[in-house]
């Protein structure tokens, strides 16, 4: 089960100016092949099928472990998206034309159509997250192999959309998961010279380019995070620190486990949208009824 907890990974910046393509290009992050949709549900569903899972209980725990980091950076990412579309409108009327300005200037018209000025789970192109992206073997090796190379193909899609924009929250956003990416690559590196005696660590990072040289994560470097192997449960899933043990390759600090998620940011809370009818067409008619429940509670 899950214990979800409800302020974001990392603190984003209120807000600004709207960049609806900008916010098509983070749908890769999220909806494409390598995006956080497919990190997530790989290892999801490999800790559901792993068989024989306590006689390998520091590799299970691991997966396991990281797949639940995962689904707070789906969390952030379509957080982001929501910044990126937030004021994209001419207006709050839907009996004039709002949404003109979509019209010409969004990357996925679909943003503003199907959703509520939302994030999709889908692509950059607009196309739907697919269930074959997912690949459980039921081999340890492999499926960890695999792994690894999720995350660099990751590592490339997010240095790709970085170099298409230069929004505060999508480079705030992007800063945090180059080396939180960068720890799951190094995770999943350090479970395969366990079970195999290959060094994949030596690989890292892939593209050739360190995380300390994008300014974004350089501040997360400082503080440490690329250290840190958060766990995600009150009491279980200790053994991520038989792996996640020894230096850091790159700097030779100290890797540890720290019990809990992150400190975070605050809550998402992307301001209504009367346009698109979020949370509908009048929400100081709604606030009332929810204070009303509250006070009635």
């Known amino acids: 089960m899950y214990l979800r907890i409800d302020r974001l990974q990392v603190e984003l910046p209120m807000p600004s100016d709207p960049d609806p393509q900008a916010a098509a290009a ?14 997530l549900m790989n290892y999801t569903y490999q800790s559901f099928n792993l068989r024989g899972r306590s006689k390998v209980k520091p590799f299970y725990d691991l997966i396991a472990n990281i797949a639940t980091e995962e689904l707070g950076h789906i969390e952030l990412v379509a957080a982001t998206i929501n910044g990126l579309l937030t004021g994209a ?8 034309t709002p949404l003109r ?26 196309q739907g ?17 695999h792994n690894f190379f999720l995350e660099c193909g990751a590592r490339m899609a997010k240095i790709r959309v970085y170099e298409m924009t230069d929004h505060p929250i999508a480079r705030q956003m992007l800063g945090y998961l180059f080396v939180r990416g960068g720890v799951h690559a190094l995770a999943y590196a350090k479970a395969l010279e366990e079970l195999t005696g290959v060094d994949v660590k030596k690989m890292l990072p892939i593209p050739k380019i360190p995380d300390a040289d994008f300014k974004e994560a350089r501040k997360f470097i400082d503080q440490g995070i690329h250290t ?5 449960s009150p009491d279980d899933f200790r053994d991520i620190a038989a792996i996640w043990k020894g ?4 700097d030779g600090a100290t890797l540890e486990v720290q019990d809990g998620p992150p400190q975070g940011g605050g809550p998402a809370d992307p ?22 429940l509250v006070k009635n509670a």
Do not use: C
Request: cysteine-free; hydrophobic content about 35%.
């Open 89 to 96: 409108t001419d207006g709050d009327d839907p009996r004039e």
């Open 101 to 126: 300005s979509a019209l010409r200037n969004a990357g996925i018209k679909h943003h503003f159509i199907n959703t509520g000025a939302g994030a999709l789970v889908t692509n950059s192109l607009g």
């Open 26 to 39: 983070v749908q890769e992050l999220l909806g494409g092949r390598f995006g956080e949709m497919s990190t």
């Open 271 to 292: 301001p209504e949208e009367p346009a698109v009818f979020s949370p509908g067409l009048h929400p100081e008619e709604l606030r009332q009824i929810a204070e009303r």
């Open 129 to 145: 997250w697919n269930g074959e992206y997912v690949f459980n073997s039921g081999d340890l090796v492999l499926d960890l192999l």
């Open 228 to 232: 840190k192997l958060y766990r995600f």
């Open 247 to 250: 230096e850091h390759p790159h």
